[in-house]
């Protein structure tokens, strides 16, 4: 009994002594409070799969009424911003200088072509550097056209399957009806925040200690491994927790993403993803035993991985097998399903347990290595 | 005069590069891991919606309704269709995430398509919690479920809107980001090279003996940025020429050029780097720097979404995003092939950004001397 009090009390000495320093540097404060702000918004506002304004040349060698209604209906859709230009040649290189993201040719026997029927009359060619964005033009011209063709007088267009197929599609989207893309991406905002703060706030810890020296001294009394690793990762945790609170706040009030979950359900896979990302910085800052390479190795092991692999923005189910498989070993895909779902869904608890424990695993993992490599004694 | 400066900023740059090359270790994981990065993203990065997982749950006997689940056997947009037997588990099925999407077949399908005038319906219900894949896949559901009894009898327009695309007629994901992978892997190179320059000196203690040296401050932050340059365009030389050679993404622009605006940009983040440095008192300081400005700098740098997707606001403030104009210049020479005069004025943000925190950094400097 007296072995585990003063267990304890060597435990709280260290979560006082790092809970002093964190005090001391406003750097970490900055970390745990404005950093997630200042990325919340920059990421809420920023970061949108939903196209608009997006530029279009449209290169109108024709004159001719029919050829301006075609104008008139590209012009009247928020989705493109059409520029004129009075001849392909132009508007092709307008395309390949990145001016516009696609161009729309009607050339200059339009009208005449377009009244006799023979096709093709009008080409749209996109940019294919900008993969994704060209399906989108591709979809939304097809749109402007048919309705320009309707407005025509030609009531089938091109999508005829649509028109004369005999089974209708009902559509709903569930968690999300008004289809805002923004929902999905603000969680995943969070999920790539708090990977970052994790590590960040943990990663500089050891390895200063052992650039200063007053590792040495730490080493020397008799703190045992455990109260070292809990005792540096408690603060941390705690302020990361906060950040956590700060983005669930600003998601919902600020960007009006639904929270449907409970704070209980947040707070529990929030905190084991912290947990998670937390130790896998003082792992790293373990091993390296140096500021300059530990936070190398934080930047380029927090940012771009969590930021492909979370499946906000890229789709793990189109990533090869090898790589997918990869893709488990990151807990922000598990956290991200965690945050849409509390966000969106609600509390699915079959769904949040198990990929939190998916994460605690992964956690486990670091805490085990950590365990491994923290030295108990000077060599 | 000018001439021994320069001579003196460069030995301090080789005094960088020594103290670099000393530490195996750092200078391993400076190269290694953003180059790996940049081999298994180029695999990894898509934003196609295939290989899907998806519930159906058919309520019709006839044999229409198995037809139509026949015509989800598509690759690789599905990878599996989930046959249900309720309303009950096709919830479950959707909020447990084991699949994108749900199809449901009424009773009176078969019935309905028999009738030669009738109509049936098919109601698709999409996992709004990944509003954009679902959203896609959503999309070819219904193009699928719609032709899937189309009346021979309709006729087609051939007033058509003929599409093309042009640099990359397939849509290759890999072709589209490889551009904005290697100029992360070398910005993130550029940044973590630069960075600790100067606040490495303040926490080691090693700044005053720099500051009593002969070294006048502009010649320490020339030299510190010349060092900066010289890692990070090694860095990008790997990166690019992975990039060229190794995925054939042909370089469509002079190659002067693209040396030259490469090299630009280089100095543009190595000195956001510095002056991150000079402003910090401690690698702690110096590190967050870095996380402030890179991500939020690559985000919004229309790599994984269009820039002009962002409100107006942002759009204004993305003027003084470096990746940004880089990006721009990279997708033009190496996938466009855009014009040199369409190219040079990208490069003007650059220049003015190089020349503004070169500047700062200096400044910077020189009041924590004294």
């Not at chain 1, 011209?141 to 267009?157: D, H, K, M, P, T």
């Not at chain 1, 189109?318 to 922000?332: E, N, S, V």
């Amino acid at each position: 009994m007296r072995g585990f009090g003063n267990k304890l009390e060597r435990l709280l000495a260290i979560i006082e002594k790092e809970w002093l320093q964190v005090f001391r540097d406003p750097s970490a404060l900055l970390v745990a409070f404005a950093l997630p702000l200042i990325m919340l918004f920059i990421f809420g506002y920023g970061l949108s799969l939903d196209a608009d304004h997006v530029k279009v040349g449209v290169a109108l060698e024709d004159r001719s009424p029919t050829a301006r209604a075609l104008w008139i209906a590209f012009d009247a859709t928020p989705y493109l911003s059409p520029i004129f230009y009075a001849d392909r040649g132009s508007a092709e290189r307008a395309l390949t200088d990145g001016e516009v993201r696609a161009i729309l040719v009607a050339s200059s026997d339009f009208s005449q072509q377009f009244e006799s029927g023979i096709a093709p009359t009008v080409q749209l060619i996109t940019d294919g550097s900008e993969t994704n964005l060209s399906l989108i033009i591709e979809a939304y011209a097809q749109g402007v056209y048919a309705r320009f063709l309707s407005n025509q007088g030609y009531e089938r267009g091109i999508s005829t399957s649509n028109l004369a197929s005999r089974i209708n599609v009902e559509t709903q989207m569930r968690y999300n009806v008004s289809r805002l893309t923004r929902n999905s991406i603000t969680p995943g905002s969070i999920v790539l925040i708090l990977a970052m703060i994790g590590s960040l706030l943990t990663t500089l810890v050891v390895a200063r200690e052992w650039e200063r020296g007053t590792m040495e001294a730490t080493l020397s009394t008799s703190v045992g491994k455990f109260e070292m690793i809990v005792g540096k990762l408690t603060p941390y945790f705690l302020l990361g927790l906060a950040a956590a609170c700060i983005c669930a706040l600003v998601s919902r009030y600020v960007f009006g993403v639904p929270f449907r979950g409970s704070i209980f359900a947040y707070v529990l896979t929030s905190s084991i993803f912290l947990i998670s990302a937390t130790s896998q910085g003082l792992l790293i800052s373990t091993v390296c035993r140096s500021q300059t390479l530990s936070s190398q190795i934080a930047l380029l092991s927090s940012f771009l991985p969590n930021y492909i692999f979370s499946g906000v923005l890229f789709e793990i189910d189109a990533m090869p097998a090898p790589i997918r498989a990869l893709t488990y070993a990151f807990p922000a895909r598990y956290y991200t399903v965690c945050l849409q779902t509390i966000f969106m869904a609600g509390d699915v608890w079959p769904l949040l347990l198990r990929m939190a424990s998916y994460i605690g695993l992964i956690a486990l993992v670091f805490i085990t290595a950590m365990i491994v490599k923290t030295p108990t004694r000077l060599e | 005069m000018f001439f021994e400066s320069c001579v003196r900023a460069l030995m301090l740059a080789r005094k960088e590069l020594m103290s670099i090359a000393t530490n195996r270790l750092a200078l391993v994981s400076l190269f290694i891991p953003p180059i790996m990065q940049l081999i298994i993203f180029s695999f990894a990065i898509s934003q196609e919606v295939t290989n899907a997982r998806i519930v159906a749950l058919n309520l019709d006997v006839g044999a229409e309704g198995e037809s139509l689940m026949k015509a989800f056997n598509v690759r690789p947009i599905f990878r599996e269709v989930l046959r249900v037997g309720s309303y009950r588990e096709l919830d479950e099925a959707l909020e447990n995430q084991r699949a994108l999407a749900g199809i449901v077949i009424p009773q009176d399908f078969s019935r309905s398509l028999l009738d030669p005038k009738g109509t049936a319906t098919v109601q698709i219900t999409l996992d709004g919690r990944r509003a954009n894949a679902s959203g896609i896949l959503g999309g070819y559901i219904s193009q699928i479920v719609s032709a899937h009894k189309v009346e021979a009898t309709a006729e087609v327009s051939t007033r058509g809107l003929a599409t093309r695309r042009w640099f990359n007629p397939n849509l290759v994901a890999r072709t589209g980001f490889l551009p904005g992978l290697a100029c992360i892997v070398m910005t993130s190179v550029a940044m973590i090279a630069s960075a600790p320059l100067i606040s490495r000196e303040r926490e080691t203690g090693t700044f005053d003996q720099l500051v009593v040296s002969p070294f006048s401050p502009t010649e320490i932050v020339f030299g510190k940025a010349l060092a900066g340059l010289f890692l990070s365009s090694v860095a990008a030389a790997f990166a690019l020429s992975i990039i060229v050679f190794g995925f054939k993404i042909p370089l469509k622009g002079p190659l002067w050029l693209f040396i030259a605006s490469t090299e630009l940009y280089l100095t543009s983040i190595v000195s956001i780097g510095l002056f991150i440095s000079a402003m910090s008192t401690t690698e702690q300081q110096s590190t967050l720097g870095m996380f402030l400005f890179l991500p939020p700098a690559i985000m919004l740098s229309g790599f994984a979404t269009p820039v002009e997707n962002m409100p107006q606001i942002l759009q204004s403030l993305t003027v003084i995003n470096t990746v940004r104009w880089e990006l721009v210049v990279l997708k033009g020479l190496l996938i466009r092939g855009s014009s040199t005069a369409s190219i040079l004025p990208n490069l003007v943000p650059l220049t003015a950004i190089a020349i503004v925190c070169v500047t700062a950094a200096r400044v910077m400097f020189k009041r924590r001397m004294e």
